[in-house]
Nanobody
Framework: QVQLVESGGGLVQAGDSLRLSCTAS????????MAWFRQAPGKAREVVAS????????RYIDSVKGRFTISRDNAKNTVDLRMNSLRPEDTAIYFC??????????????????WGQGTQVTVSS
């Protein structure tokens, strides 16, 4: 049974940094894209960043470019999101996800098959 578990969320002040981690278990995802999404209250779930199977190609939404960095460790089956210069508008529940189709790099949530339970990130002004 595939399971994704996120950690690292919390309450921080604007300008602070956080590192989110997600560990996958149940099978290896060495050929699969992984991504971080977020969902704020009353808003749709949106992609934050995605990373291809090799870790060499990454994609970000414009609002986090230059502040967030996604990375992965295929040996450990993990994907991380380093978040710097956090802003109140980054407040949301953050989810990691994996696309079951190999060698892709989608940015749409409906392309991802496995999801974690989410971790809350709250940024105060």
């Amino acid at each position: 049974q595939v399971q994704l578990v996120e950690s690292g969320g919390g309450l921080v002040q604007a300008g602070d940094s956080l590192r989110l981690s997600c560990t996958a278990s149940g099978r290896a995802f060495t050929l699969n894209a992984m991504a971080w999404f977020r969902q704020a209250p009353g808003k749709a779930r949106e992609v934050v960043a995605s990373i291809d199977w090799s870790g060499r190609t990454t994609r970000y939404i414009d609002s986090v470019k230059g502040r967030f960095t996604i990375s992965r460790d295929n040996a450990k089956n993990t994907v991380d999101l380093r978040m710097n210069s956090l802003r109140p508008e980054d407040t949301a529940i953050y989810f990691c996800a994996v696309d079951d189709t190999p060698f892709t790099l989608p940015m749409s949530p409906d392309k991802y098959d496995y999801w974690g339970q989410g971790t809350q990130v709250t940024v105060s002004s």
